[in-house]
């Protein structure tokens, strides 16, 4: 069991959890959670390279490093396990944001509770992108949701009771949809199996049953990636919770969504997806453009972040929606880019409130006089997800539009309509909308004159906030910069196996 | 004159009814299990009857009665003695009162 | 060929905004800005090599005869989609981007020099952000210069993008002041605005043709050098018939998707070099620093729709209604802003205006521009404007710069007389004046007559009209002159603070690029710069010149007779026409239009009643559904209520209604 290097993405998060019981001080407890998390990291680097290394050796298969332990034999549930180039790039950014989160909350209130949850919540997280059971699958989303009640509940801010509980149940409510649609593609492929690639590889869930199945785990994935009109959650949820917590919620947990949609929605059932996109599509595409134009006029920085997020994950569902391996490949590297950046927007979020204690734009002007060091690290990231060049942004907008435009293209050629090509469009739009709500912030919160005189006495980021925000930062350019190495870790996922699914429905 | 099962039947009916009647209606406890004892002793009627009059040659109805009537006494004995702990307790022994087991 | 050269000239800015940004703060200001012009030192000589070499080696790569070829010096993948769609960063070396090359990198150094003195206040102390903005105009000649030598259009979105964040870094680098802040989020968003036509058009240009090479719509391979093409009409009339005629959608809402193409860049152009309607952030950009309005708002950025147009003009060639388009856009735009220009009274507002209405001047000349008229001389005179223009119109600014620096006000009220005192800057800011108003021999004058014989080739109305318009602008700046120069004596009251030349690096920059004004109009521009890179010789047309001539003394003589002598001639201007002045003081109103729609109806219509209704129905509706839950939950826990008697009673009623139905069904 312990030859395989994935079982480590879920041994480690219990390692650290054993640690942070033990720890007697804060200090213990950092020590834990940074070593923890860089070990993280540094296995999801390793397992990258050792990635390339197999592909460039011309491994084929599907998943890689599979392994299968079997869990409860009647219902034939296995702890089964692999990754593609998906996975893993979801692996890196989980433990770049786990790390990240952990300098983030340096000096949060109770730090061991604190910890033991948020160290279980990214134990979920890991053992879903390591999974292709189904069922282990499900189990460690639930294990992902449900500290997330306790830590906005219990270290949140403001009306954190009324958002902890709406969030949870909104969730929940997702996931009993999910729930359904699982049992019923475990009762309906004919393998009797919850092993995804074997049901892929299979395709045998019935037309009819596709039909129901597929809405129910989109939607059920949907709602945590925050798809109108079952993002409600969001702007409370991120509002009230802890700085860490947002930043792995917004940063990893909404990628849960997208993710899921894509390995089990889309992969599983092609050809209820390409029948009900439109749907979804029309559902999405007002996401982008609703989230944004609904960030304009928000005042507190959290809601402008949250529904910013609304309108870029709604991009990312957009996309895979798609169908088609270029806007996948945006759709991944849209995922990977916006948990860079809004982590890195809620982190400084969080920074900004420790110190000045109100989130409201109205209430603050000129910090870029006060914590130059923070002020300059917004500005890159509103620069990162208005689309600028050289940042993540602008490389996954860019290819999420192209291939929209030529799946638009292609099906209003081939005469099936003109939703895709007008969506498109419309989606494009989002790029003029985001400039202008990230710019009225920016110029209100950070540049002008100083608006309140006791912010005077404000200190700029301590060695730790740093830390964080340069990490980030620097993860955001490198993706920004060097898009093509990224690109073909994501592209190479999609052959062969995506294109035969594809292929089925052209 | 020929004395129908009925003639045994109905009274202990009567007899039930007048206990659910006032099960349900008193509010005092004492009353309330007087009428459990109405209703338990029709049942008992009715067991003794039928026995009588359905399988004459056997004895377990007539059993069954005095093991009922055995344990009537015993769940008595112990409600009575709820009864009065809860009237030290609280004054009272009307159930529309005691509504918390927490005193 | 070494591409080592090519590398730097892009490298070099890029390293030293890195440098200067990370590590600025820890090196002196003097340092700062010593380190960033050398740098820019490096890169103009590194630029000057190329075109150089370019023009003048007769390298095969570069040139076959009197034909300039395009060359390739390096592009690598930047990022592949699908099939032969990739964008590529690279280095295209051809007559506009070499030309170019040699106008960013001069305007830059220039810049560079001249903001040593004026980023400091009247002490000398150096202004704070002094590195910042070092590094800034650093990040802007990285992208500016990407963007000429983008060997793809989306290489060259990609730097348009940039060019558009660095100026709003520019615009906004007074940061504590309010007016700059909005400044710079306005050039921000109405350029984005236009990018987002830009964007889709390029979406659609790569769709039908599955590239985004600028070779492969209008060029032509040379046979036997790699990296080498040769501009060509055939390739993008081929590229018209393959690609767009023989798709299945080849139109579209009565034009041709290869028109909707085109004008949908166009918008991009539009937005960046302000053509109305999407003028509106350009005079609001003079909140920057003035030497970024020299560089940015002048010389550079707000010609790269110029330099895009001409960059696709082949493509565009096959699509004359774009042209048409580009034109009336054009001409309406150098009106206005001619028009509006005589009536501002601050003088970078003047100056900016009169750089909205020469870019027109270039558009238009690339409208009007056909093979067959006289050598497509055009394409030749929009390009040979371009190149004058930066260089009298950075010269203008910088002088501005000199003047704001001298008396603390951008507006003329304060100025008045000022000949005396700032020698130096009188005299070239006068070249500069000359030059715009197209007097012989200064540059303007040989770029504006090759201008205006395109327009009357092409049409007599389009001519009238920008003869018009180049009256307007010997007016205009003449005014401008006078009143700042002449006007009335200034009153000097301390002669230790009475206002005066300004130290060598920034009178050393006016003076040279007044010597270039004065002797730029004689480069025999068609031998460099033609449409389809053919070498041409140009004759100056003497009738035209004669008459633009004409024109423009008679504007300067009323210039002068207004305005050069304290009189109240301009008051009753004003007063006879007051509704004209009044709209041309407001600028025609376009910014209170603007500004109704984005607050009134995008903020007002759009934004708030969706955050409305995602608050109150969406978020309601799901709160709705909690609501829903409790309350019914609510409702019937009275049912469980504990009291046995209740239940007893419950059950009583079941068990007889159970009885008598048992005993229906059985009877």
Not at chain 3, 627 to 634: E, G, P
Request: net charge neutral; aromatic share 14%; hydrophobic share 55%.
């Amino acid at each position: 069991m312990f030859d395989n290097i994935l079982i480590y993405f879920v041994l480690i998060p219990l390692v650290m959890l054993a640690g942070v019981a033990l720890s007697q001080n804060i200090k213990q407890i950092r020590a834990v959670a940074v070593t923890g998390s860089l070990a993280l990291t540094a296995l999801s680097v390793y397992l990258l390279v050792d990635y390339l290394k197999l592909r460039a050796a011309g491994e084929t298969a599907a998943m890689l490093y599979t392994d299968s332990w079997q869990w409860f034999a009647p219902l034939n549930i296995n702890l089964a396990v692999g990754v593609d180039g998906i996975s893993i790039a979801m692996l890196i950014l989980s433990s770049i944001i786990l790390l990240t989160g952990s300098f983030a909350s340096w000096t949060i209130m109770k730090p061991k509770a604190f910890f033991l949850w948020l160290i279980l919540l990214s134990t979920g997280v890991f053992g879903f992108f390591i999974s292709i059971d189904l069922f282990a699958m499900f189990m460690f989303y639930e294990v992902a949701l449900i500290p997330m009640y306790l830590l906005i509940g219990v270290w949140g801010s403001g009306k954190k009771n009324y958002s902890a509980m709406k969030l949870t149940l909104m969730l929940m409510g997702g996931s009993a949809f999910l729930m359904l649609g699982l049992i019923g593609i475990y009762y309906n492929s004919g393998l009797n199996s919850w092993n995804i690639v074997e049901i892929a590889e299979n395709g045998s869930i019935p037309h009819n049953w596709q039909m129901f199945l597929f809405p129910m785990t989109f939607v059920g994935f949907g709602v945590l990636g925050a798809m109108f009109p079952f993002h409600t959650w969001s702007p409370d949820g991120h509002a009230s919770a802890p700085t860490a917590v947002s930043m792995l919620h917004a940063g990893v947990l909404m990628k849960l969504g997208g993710y899921g949609c894509f390995r089990v929605a889309i992969y599983l059932m092609p050809q209820a997806a390409n029948e009900l996109a439109w749907i979804f599509l029309i559902l999405t595409g007002i996401s982008v453009v609703y989230g944004a134009f609904s960030a304009c006029v928000q005042t507190d920085l959290k809601y402008i972040n949250a529904y910013s997020s609304v309108s870029h994950c709604g991009l990312v569902l957009f996309a895979i929606l798609m169908l088609n391996t270029t806007a996948m490949t945006g759709a991944i590297m849209q995922m990977l880019s916006h948990g860079l950046m809004t982590a890195l927007f809620f982190a400084l979020i969080g920074m900004i409130y420790g110190r000045t204690h109100t989130r409201d734009v109205r209430e603050m002007g000129g910090l870029m006089q006060i914590m130059p060091y923070l002020a300059v690290c917004y500005v890159i990231a509103g620069m990162a997800s208005l689309g600028l060049p050289g940042l993540s942004g602008f490389v996954a907008e860019m290819t999420i539009f192209i291939g929209s435009f030529e799946q638009g293209m292609a099906d209003y050629v081939g005469g099936h309509g003109s939703l895709r090509i007008v969506f498109t469009i419309i989606a494009c739009c989002s790029i003029v909308i985001t400039a202008v709500y990230i710019l009225r912030v920016v110029g209100k919160l950070l540049l002008g004159p100083v608006h309140d005189d006791h912010h005077r006495q404000l200190t700029d980021a301590t060695w730790w906030e740093r830390t964080a925000t340069a990490t980030l930062i620097i993860c955001v350019a490198a993706i920004g910069c060097f898009p093509n190495f990224f690109e073909s870790l994501i592209k190479f996922t999609f052959s062969p196996d995506i294109f035969k699914v594809l292929g089925m429905i052209q | 004159m020929d004395l129908n099962i009925l003639c045994y039947l109905i009274p202990a009916l009567i007899m039930f009814c007048c206990g659910v009647y006032g099960f349900i209606t008193r509010k005092n406890m004492i009353a309330i299990l007087i009428s459990l004892e109405l209703m338990l002793n029709a049942v008992d009627i009715n067991f003794v009857v039928f026995n009588r009059f359905l399988f004459p040659g056997s004895m377990e109805g007539m059993f069954f009665t005095l093991f009922a009537i055995a344990i009537a006494a015993a769940e008595t004995a112990l409600a009575i003695a709820i009864i009065v702990n809860i009237f030290r307790a609280a004054k009272n022994i009307d159930v529309r009162e005691i509504t918390k087991m927490k005193f | 060929m070494d591409a080592t050269i090519q590398i730097l000239i892009l490298a070099i800015p890029l390293f030293m905004f890195l440098f200067l940004g990370l590590l600025g703060k820890y090196l002196s200001h003097k340092l700062a800005g010593i380190l960033g012009t050398t740098a820019m030192g490096i890169v103009t000589a590194l630029a000057y090599y190329t075109a150089y070499l370019y023009f003048f080696s007769g390298d095969p790569h570069f040139q076959d005869g009197t034909q300039r070829l395009q060359y390739i010096v390096f592009n690598p993948v930047w990022l592949e989609f699908y099939g032969n769609l990739h964008i590529n960063i690279g280095f295209l070396l051809d007559p506009i981007s070499a030309m170019m090359l040699v106008v960013i990198t001069t305007i830059s150094f220039m810049v560079n020099l001249y903001s040593n003195a004026y980023m400091r206040d009247h002490h000398g102390v150096f202004e704070k952000g002094f590195q910042r903005y070092y590094a800034f105009l650093a990040l802007f000649s990285f992208s500016m210069l990407g963007l000429v030598v983008a060997t793809n259009i989306f290489q060259m979105y990609i730097f348009w993008e940039l060019v558009g964040a660095s100026s709003y870094l520019l615009i906004g680098f007074y940061y504590t002041s309010p007016a700059a802040v909005s400044a710079s989020k306005k050039a921000f968003i109405v350029t984005r605005f236009a990018d987002l036509g830009f964007l889709i058009g390029i979406l659609v240009l790569s769709y039908y043709t599955g590239v985004f090479s600028f070779m492969d719509f209008t060029s032509a391979p040379v046979e036997g050098l790699a990296d080498t093409f040769k501009i060509s009409t055939d390739t993008a009339a081929a590229v018209l018939v393959n690609k767009f005629t023989a798709s299945p959608v080849p139109m579209f809402m009565g034009c041709s998707v290869l028109t909707w193409a085109l004008v949908l860049i166009f918008m991009g152009g539009m937005g960046k070099s302000a053509m109305l309607p999407l003028h509106i952030w350009l005079p609001d950009a003079m909140e920057g620093p003035t030497p970024v309005s020299a560089l940015i708002h002048a010389a550079t950025m707000v010609v790269a729709g110029v330099y895009l147009v001409a960059r696709l003009f082949p493509l565009y060639l096959q699509e004359t209604a774009a042209l048409e388009i580009v034109t009336v856009v054009g001409a309406l735009t150098a009106f206005y802003a001619a028009m509006v220009a005589c009536a501002q009274v601050d003088i970078k507002r003047v100056l900016a205006f009169s750089t909205i209405s020469q870019i027109a001047f270039m558009m238009v000349s690339l409208g009007v521009c056909r093979p067959e008229y006289h050598h497509g001389v055009g394409y030749m005179a929009s390009m040979f404007h371009l190149f004058t223009h930066a260089m009298f119109k950075a010269l203008l600014f910088l002088g501005a710069g000199a003047l704001i620096h001298a008396v603390h006000s951008n507006n003329y009220t304060a100025m008045h007389g000022l000949r005396k005192y700032m020698p130096v800057t009188h005299w070239t800011f006068l070249i500069g004046c000359l030059a715009i108003a197209g007097i012989i021999p200064f540059s303007g004058f040989f770029s504006k007559d090759e201008i205006l014989t395109a327009c009357g080739e092409y049409s007599t109305l389009v001519y009238i009209w920008m003869s018009a318009v180049a009256a307007l602008t010997a007016f205009y700046m003449f005014r401008l002159y006078f009143l700042i120069f002449w006007w009335k004596e200034h009153k000097v009251h301390d002669p230790h603070h009475a206002p005066h030349d300004q130290p060598w690096c920034m009178t050393l920059p006016l003076i040279f690029l007044a010597l270039v004004s004065c002797v730029a109009g004689f480069i025999p521009f068609g031998d460099f710069v033609t449409f389809n890179g053919e070498e041409h010789t140009f004759d100056l047309d003497w009738t035209v010149a004669g008459i633009s001539l004409t024109v423009a003394l008679i504007s300067i003589a009323v210039a002068a007779k207004m305005y050069m002598k304290e009189n109240p001639l301009p008051d009753k201007m004003a007063a006879a026409l007051p509704r004209l002045w009044d709209w041309c003081y407001h600028r025609f109103y376009w910014d209170e239009l603007y500004m109704f729609i984005t607050h009134r109806i995008i903020f007002g219509l759009v934004c708030k009643p969706i955050a409305w209704f995602d608050r109150h129905i969406i978020d309601g509706t799901m709160d709705a559904f909690a609501a829903i839950t409790n309350k019914a939950s609510c409702a019937i826990k009275g049912l469980q209520s504990g009291n046995v008697q209740t239940y007893v009673w419950v059950y009583l009623i079941g068990a007889l209604l159970l009885g008598t139905v048992t005993y229906i069904c059985l009877l």
